[in-house]
């Protein structure tokens, strides 16, 4: 069966500092990879999404980017945290030829002080 | 471009109270419908979906949704919630024009009172 991981489960960085949160998938192959903040009140919006390595869509621009190294590795970084960085960060995936229904990992609480 | 509203942002129920959560989208051509929730520190999850077909879909732990497609309206319902139905759901929609991309509603937290 699939599953997805995000890692680290929780972070907390000071202002300026880099960002790196890994998500993978396993248990299939060429997986579509998307990621999302989640904001209280807000819903989720789509930052990024990947139909394949080194293929990444920006939905939104902003101080983030993404890459993938890997067929089953999304990597969401920054170079300088912002404090409006703060946030839920959700990490999804569906299979490559069945884009209608997304699984989801569990997240990434991120903390911007 | 489209967009997914859902009306009630908090919902607080008592235990075997009756739930409908207001979804409306807006988009002219064909979608794809999903509800998902997110109980207390879990994974966000789907709890059903619609895609064609018979426009009221069951799903998971007792729920329901139509789809009123004059109405542009997903709803989401269950004749008697429990205590365990406290979570954060969330209505989305997809279509194939904008390349399956997910739009998200705001979500409705929902809490039960036992």
């Known amino acids: 069966s699939q599953t997805i991981h995000q890692w680290p489960a929780t972070l907390v960085q000071p202002v300026g500092s880099p960002l790196s949160l890994e998500c993978t998938v396993e248990?299939?192959?060429?997986?579509?990879l998307y990621w999302y903040r989640q904001a209280a009140g807000r819903g989720l919006q789509l930052l990024f999404y990947?139909?394949?390595?080194?293929?990444i869509s920006s939905e939104v621009p902003q101080n983030l980017s993404a890459s993938r190294p890997q067929d089953r590795q999304f990597i969401l970084s920054s170079k300088k945290l912002l404090l409006s960085d703060s946030g839920f960060y959700l990490c999804a995936w569906t299979p490559p030829y069945h884009t209608d229904t997304q699984y989801f990992g569990p997240g990434t609480r991120l903390t911007v002080l | 471009a489209q967009s997914v509203s859902q009306h009630n942002h908090h919902v607080i129920l008592s235990e075997a109270a009756s739930l409908e959560l207001g979804c409306n989208y807006s988009?002219?051509?064909?979608?794809?419908l999903f509800w998902y929730v997110q109980y207390p520190g879990q994974h966000l999850q789907l709890l059903l979906k619609?895609?064609?077909?018979d426009p009221l879909v069951k799903g998971i732990k007792g729920f329901e949704a139509e789809f009123i497609k004059s109405k542009f309206s997903f709803n989401l319902r269950k004749p008697s919630v429990q205590w365990s139905d406290t979570a954060e759901y969330f209505c989305?929609?997809?279509?194939?024009?904008?390349?399956?991309?997910?739009?998200w509603g705001a979500g409705t937290k929902l809490i039960i009172k036992p």
């Open positions: 989305a929609v997809n279509a194939k024009d904008s390349n399956y991309q997910l739009i």
């Open positions: 619609y895609f064609s077909g």
């Open positions: 988009y002219g051509g064909t979608v794809n």
């Open positions: 990947s139909v394949g390595i080194g293929q």
């Open positions: 248990g299939t192959s060429n997986p579509n």
